[in-house]
């Protein structure tokens, strides 16, 4: 013990002189450069500062002290007064110290206040491993108590890592736990952790179940926390079913209960569900206030998740009311912040907006550019998953295989036993033979059908991929290459001053630039239905207003004609679907329409309500939307009429001002309407005009 305390006093004391060294070395010279070898960082104070602050924490925590209670009390102090640094600190003491004792208890209970800290300031990777430190050590010594908060809490980590399997599980490891500690409070919290998963799956009636039973738990105990929690879930539950009455009494019960406990994390996200749906109905003032209220919480605690999520949400804001500026100010902090940290979520999200912005101040190619890279993002989260599930599939490859060589073996057995009778064998033993060849024979078959369909479905896809390279090869190079010309012919005609050709050339260029724009929205919706990425979320839809914002799109290619857009749909009529699909559906039918109407031409879109539609010969259930798309263009001939849905054909024509396209348009629309159980079909006369007539399901309250 001597010579323990006389090498610890000594390396306390080297310690101490290496602090004084340096801080000597400080006030001689801050900016001696030869330093920085020692320093291994920029020659600055802060970088000396940075190290002595370092040297000053293994200092503290080699300081003499057997009390792991007294210093966990301590960070428990930090803790609650949001301290949350200095609380690791102590949290980090009380760890080294049991360890030091070999007090697994103290020990357990430090890994888990650890893991709480990281938790709390967004760092879930750190929490993951602590939490795991101190679920080893608990279930080493039978602590039920601590393993069951555990799994919750791994649970939730694995939620925060968008993990939702691992999390049910750990979950549901918990709940089993909390019936048998009779732990009310715990329960409540798990029952609405569950809840969450079902949500996070689209499986809403049991989310609510579970919500509400543990609203109903804390309405009989006086606990605070749980209360919020619950109220904030019902509030995210009815915020996602669009009752947003329902959904602000909910998230304005869950704060004033966080209030009463000072939480800080809830208040901050109980804003951003308030101001997003403060957003949606366009009380942007309040909106903003919620949104700022957020990102000051986010700062207090240091929590750059929320952080990130809050500037986004006041670039969003600012985007909605057409403060371009500012939008790109806030989504640019916003997306720093997300790459320096890998929220690869808010990533997708910042570049989605940024591409929204730089199309709405007309910089196009800069739209495009974020739209691609944002769309990376979404491969990149995708894949992941992938990896996860390639990883599940040759775990059960090598037991496939191993059972096979079982199998291999035991048929080998056999064999040997059947030989040993060969002699013995009977007609009746023949006869079982021969059936045994046909039952082989039948497999054969069977095989061959499935190998026979596999090659089928290739070929199916190998036709739709040299078809995109296709129209990627000439109908979008064509276009590019249109493009390309036109600047530089813009580029030769601004040396001569003439504002006119000049003008002239603008507007060919927008006509191009809106041109390729719309092909590469067809291109990747397409492809997103053919590969099964395309996402189905049908909502209730004001169809005066999507038609509308159709309109929107195609007014430029509509004025450049003196063709008039006319709707004569009335602003009580609303449909149940699928947004972006019926944007896509409803635009391109109109951007056919223009094409083929010939100067100063109409195109009227009008709507029967209470249709009723079939699929396959059989009338579907519920009541359609009839919306009919009519021109008084140069109509279809009949052979064109007949193929112009063919699955097998991409038919295109130049349109009456030699416009170009790829048959992809229609084909969208048919595939989307379908989605949506809606039949689509065309009427048309040869210099009359053409009306597209498809029905979409109505929205019933």
Same mark, same amino acid.
């Given at each position: 013990?001597?010579?323990?305390?006389?090498?610890?006093?000594?390396?306390?004391?080297?310690?101490?002189?290496?602090?004084?060294?340096?801080?000597?070395?400080?006030?001689?010279?801050?900016?001696?450069?030869?330093?920085?070898?020692?320093?291994?960082?920029?020659?600055?104070?802060?970088?000396?500062?940075?190290?002595?602050?370092?040297?000053?924490?293994?200092?503290?925590?080699?300081?003499?002290? #057997?009390?792991?209670?007294?210093?966990? !009390?301590?960070?428990?102090?930090?803790?609650?007064?949001?301290?949350?640094?200095?609380?690791?600190?102590?949290?980090?003491?009380?760890?080294?110290?049991?360890?030091?004792?070999?007090?697994?208890?103290? @020990?357990?209970?430090?890994?888990?206040?650890?893991?709480?800290?990281?938790?709390?300031?967004?760092?879930?990777?750190?929490?993951?491993?602590?939490?795991?430190? !101190?679920?080893?050590?608990?279930?080493?010594?039978?602590?039920?108590?601590?393993?069951?908060?555990?799994?919750?809490?791994?649970?939730?980590?694995?939620?925060?890592?968008?993990?939702?399997?691992?999390?049910?599980?750990?979950?549901?490891?918990?709940?089993?736990?909390?019936?048998?500690?009779?732990?009310?409070?715990?329960?409540?919290?798990?029952?609405?952790?569950?809840?969450?998963?079902?949500?996070?799956?689209?499986?809403?009636?049991?989310?609510?179940?579970?919500?509400?039973?543990?609203?109903?738990?804390?309405?009989?105990?006086?606990?605070?926390?749980?209360? =919020?929690?619950?109220?904030?879930?019902?509030?995210?539950?009815?915020?996602?079913?669009?009752?947003?009455?329902?959904?602000?009494?909910?998230?304005?019960?869950?704060?004033?209960?966080?209030?009463?406990?000072?939480?800080?994390?809830?208040?901050?996200?109980?804003?951003?569900?308030?101001?997003?749906?403060? $957003?949606?109905?366009?009380?942007?003032?309040?909106?903003?206030?919620?949104?700022?209220?957020?990102?000051?919480?986010?700062?207090?605690?240091?929590?750059?998740?929320?952080?990130?999520?809050?500037?986004?949400?006041? =670039?969003?804001?600012?985007?909605?009311?057409?403060?371009?500026?500012?939008?790109?100010?806030?989504?640019?902090?916003?997306?720093?912040? #997300?790459?320096?940290?890998?929220?690869?979520?808010?990533?997708?999200?910042?570049?989605?907006?940024?591409?929204?912005?730089? /199309?709405?101040?007309? *910089? %196009?190619?800069?739209?495009?550019?974020? %739209?691609?890279?944002?769309?990376?993002?979404?491969? !990149?989260?995708?894949? $992941?998953?992938? !990896?996860?599930?390639?990883?599940?599939?040759?775990?059960?490859?090598?037991?496939?295989?191993?059972?096979?060589?079982?199998?291999?073996?035991? &048929?080998?057995?056999?064999?040997?036993?059947?030989?040993? /009778?060969?002699? &013995?064998?009977?007609?009746?033993?023949?006869?079982?033979?021969?059936?045994?060849?046909?039952?082989?024979?039948?497999?054969?078959?069977?095989?061959?059908?499935?190998?026979?369909?596999?090659?089928?479905?290739?070929?199916?896809?190998?036709?739709? @991929?040299?078809?995109?390279?296709?129209?990627?090869?000439?109908?979008?190079?064509?276009?590019?290459?249109?493009?390309?010309?036109?600047?530089?012919?813009?580029?030769?005609?601004?040396?001569?001053? *003439?504002?006119?050709?000049?003008?002239?050339?603008?507007?060919?260029?927008?006509?191009?630039?809106?041109?390729?724009?719309?092909?590469?929205?067809?291109?990747?919706?397409?492809?997103?239905?053919?590969?099964?990425?395309?996402?189905?979320?049908?909502?209730?839809?004001?169809?005066?207003?999507?038609?509308?914002?159709?309109?929107?799109?195609?007014?430029?290619?509509?004025?450049?004609?003196?063709?008039?857009?006319?709707?004569?749909?009335?602003?009580?009529?609303?449909?149940?679907?699928?947004?972006?699909?019926?944007?896509?559906?409803?635009?391109?039918?109109?951007?056919?329409?223009? /094409?083929?109407?010939?100067?100063?031409?109409?195109?009227?879109?009008?709507?029967?309500?209470?249709?009723?539609?079939?699929?396959?010969?059989?009338?579907?259930?519920?009541?359609?939307?009839?919306?009919?798309?009519?021109?008084?263009?140069?109509?279809?001939?009949?052979?064109?009429?007949?193929?112009?849905?063919?699955?097998?054909?991409?038919?295109?024509?130049?349109?009456?001002?030699? $416009?170009?396209?790829?048959?992809?348009?229609?084909?969208?629309?048919?595939?989307?309407?379908?989605?949506?159980?809606?039949?689509?079909?065309?009427?048309?006369?040869?210099?009359?005009?053409?009306?597209?007539?498809?029905?979409?399901?109505?929205?019933?309250?």
């Amino acid at each position: 013990m001597i010579l323990q305390d006389t090498i610890k006093y000594i390396f306390k004391l080297s310690l101490f002189v290496m602090i004084s060294t340096l801080q000597n070395a400080l006030l001689i010279n801050s900016q001696d450069k030869n330093l920085t070898p020692l320093l291994t960082i920029q020659d600055s104070s802060e970088s000396i500062n940075y190290h002595l602050i370092k040297i000053g924490k293994i200092f503290f925590l080699l300081e003499d002290s #057997s009390n792991v209670e007294e210093n966990l !009390s301590k960070a428990k102090a930090f803790y609650d007064a949001k301290n949350y640094d200095s609380a690791v600190d102590y949290y980090l003491k009380a760890n080294y110290l049991a360890k030091k004792n070999n007090n697994k208890i103290q @020990l357990a209970r430090s890994y888990k206040q650890i893991g709480k800290m990281y938790w709390i300031k967004g760092d879930l990777a750190i929490a993951l491993k602590k939490y795991k430190q !101190s679920l080893l050590i608990s279930q080493s010594i039978s602590d039920t108590s601590l393993t069951c908060v555990l799994y919750n809490n791994i649970g939730a980590i694995y939620w925060g890592l968008d993990n939702h399997d691992k999390a049910l599980k750990f979950y549901y490891l918990s709940l089993a736990l909390r019936d048998t500690l009779n732990d009310i409070k715990g329960k409540s919290l798990t029952l609405n952790n569950i809840g969450m998963v079902f949500s996070e799956w689209d499986k809403d009636n049991e989310a609510l179940q579970y919500y509400k039973k543990a609203s109903i738990i804390c309405e009989d105990i006086d606990y605070p926390f749980g209360t =919020a929690y619950s109220h904030f879930n019902l509030g995210n539950h009815y915020f996602k079913t669009r009752d947003f009455d329902l959904a602000t009494l909910n998230y304005e019960l869950a704060i004033s209960n966080y209030m009463q406990i000072a939480n800080l994390n809830g208040l901050s996200i109980c804003y951003e569900k308030l101001g997003q749906i403060y $957003e949606t109905k366009k009380e942007y003032s309040l909106a903003g206030s919620y949104f700022k209220k957020m990102l000051s919480i986010s700062d207090s605690i240091d929590n750059k998740r929320n952080k990130a999520s809050a500037l986004f949400n006041i =670039a969003h804001l600012n985007f909605s009311t057409n403060n371009y500026n500012k939008a790109l100010y806030f989504v640019k902090q916003s997306n720093s912040i #997300s790459e320096n940290n890998g929220y690869k979520k808010h990533s997708n999200k910042n570049y989605m907006l940024l591409a929204d912005i730089y /199309k709405k101040t007309g *910089e %196009y190619q800069k739209a495009l550019d974020y %739209y691609i890279i944002a769309n990376q993002f979404k491969d !990149s989260i995708f894949n $992941e998953e992938k !990896s996860k599930q390639i990883t599940q599939l040759e775990i059960l490859h090598k037991t496939a295989k191993k059972e096979q060589e079982n199998n291999a073996l035991k &048929r080998e057995k056999e064999k040997q036993l059947t030989q040993s /009778k060969v002699d &013995r064998l009977t007609i009746k033993n023949q006869g079982i033979l021969v059936f045994a060849i046909i039952i082989i024979l039948s497999i054969a078959v069977f095989f061959t059908i499935v190998v026979y369909r596999k090659n089928q479905k290739l070929k199916t896809a190998n036709d739709t @991929l040299n078809k995109l390279f296709s129209i990627i090869g000439h109908d979008l190079r064509g276009p590019l290459g249109n493009f390309k010309g036109l600047i530089d012919l813009l580029l030769l005609e601004g040396e001569s001053n *003439e504002p006119k050709k000049i003008n002239s050339l603008l507007k060919s260029m927008q006509k191009s630039a809106n041109s390729n724009y719309d092909l590469l929205e067809n291109l990747l919706s397409w492809s997103h239905s053919k590969t099964g990425q395309l996402s189905y979320k049908p909502e209730k839809l004001n169809l005066s207003n999507v038609v509308e914002t159709a309109f929107e799109h195609n007014n430029h290619s509509a004025l450049t004609k003196s063709i008039t857009l006319s709707s004569e749909i009335d602003s009580d009529v609303y449909v149940c679907a699928d947004e972006k699909m019926l944007d896509t559906i409803l635009r391109n039918l109109i951007s056919n329409a223009v /094409k083929f109407t010939p100067k100063s031409g109409t195109i009227n879109i009008t709507c029967t309500k209470n249709k009723q539609t079939q699929i396959n010969g059989n009338e579907t259930k519920g009541s359609f939307i009839e919306i009919i798309v009519a021109d008084n263009g140069i109509g279809i001939s009949g052979d064109v009429l007949q193929k112009i849905f063919d699955d097998d054909i991409f038919h295109s024509s130049n349109g009456t001002n030699n $416009e170009t396209g790829t048959g992809l348009g229609l084909k969208l629309c048919k595939e989307f309407v379908g989605i949506h159980n809606g039949k689509i079909r065309v009427e048309s006369e040869l210099n009359t005009g053409s009306k597209f007539i498809f029905t979409v399901p109505q929205y019933v309250a």
